[in-house]
């Protein structure tokens, strides 16, 4: 299992080739991989958006990933999890999030991934805030997780 | 003998600070810290709290040297 909290730009491919990579014989277990990459839009709500500023609460966000890929783990019996995530300053089409998760099959790829994804917009310590034409705003809700939120 | 109180994001905008110690008693609880901070008023609805890094209760009774945290809901990913 690794989590990263990155104060600077990383590239998603990158990470995940470097993962792989460090997985070495236990590749050979390995019938999926899922991943999930979040990246800022340059727009939210109806305005455009300039830059955002992610804050954290370090010791608290990185234990709390970690609670949670290891309960992940235990329960979709994965092979490893790797999660980065962006704080401080970020420009548009950035990567926010990363989260990747390797095991024997594939629904359990497919279903921890996407759990953890939204296990972590819900609960890991991160604030947004963004910066518009007209000044800066916390972001105070995030989008929903499932189609069935949205109205159109 | 002190409990260390941080506050995140809005939160620390709202009151103006990110961090404070507050003298240690028997007793002291994650809702009488925020009242003795804000002369008795109620947490604000949707802020969350944590102690030593771990979600918490507002009831939860604090140990000296704790570290109790507040914050608006979260929005990362």
């Known amino acids: 299992m690794t989590v990263r909290i990155v104060a600077s730009a990383f590239d998603a491919l990158d990470e995940i080739r470097a993962h792989e990579l460090k997985l070495g014989e236990r590749r050979r277990q390995i019938g999926a991989a899922a991943t999930f990459v979040g990246s800022m839009r340059d727009f939210n709500e109806g305005d455009a958006v300039q830059s955002m500023v992610l804050e954290h609460y370090a010791g608290m966000t990185d234990r709390h990933l970690e609670n949670m890929v290891a309960e992940a783990i235990q329960r979709w019996h994965l092979d490893d999890v790797l999660i980065v995530h962006r704080v401080g300053e970020i420009v548009p089409a950035d990567a926010i999030v990363l989260v990747a998760v390797w095991s024997a099959h594939r629904a359990h790829a497919f279903e921890s991934c996407r759990h953890l994804m939204e296990e972590l917009k819900s609960s890991a310590p991160f604030w947004k805030k963004e910066v518009t034409a007209d000044g800066e705003r916390w972001v105070t809700k995030n989008t929903p997780g499932s189609t069935a939120g949205f109205s159109g | 003998m002190a409990i260390k109180v941080r506050f995140f994001a809005s939160l620390a905008e709202t009151v103006?600070?990110?961090?404070?110690?507050?003298?240690?008693?028997?007793?002291?609880?994650?809702?009488?810290?925020?009242k003795d901070l804000t002369a008795g008023e109620s947490l604000p609805s949707g802020i969350l709290c944590a102690v030593n890094h771990t979600y918490c209760t507002l009831d939860q009774i604090l140990k000296d040297s704790d570290e109790v945290a507040y914050f608006p809901p979260v929005t990362g990913g």
């Open chain 2, 16 to 34: 103006g600070r990110r961090e404070v110690d507050v003298e240690f008693r028997d007793g002291l609880t994650v809702e009488a810290i925020w």
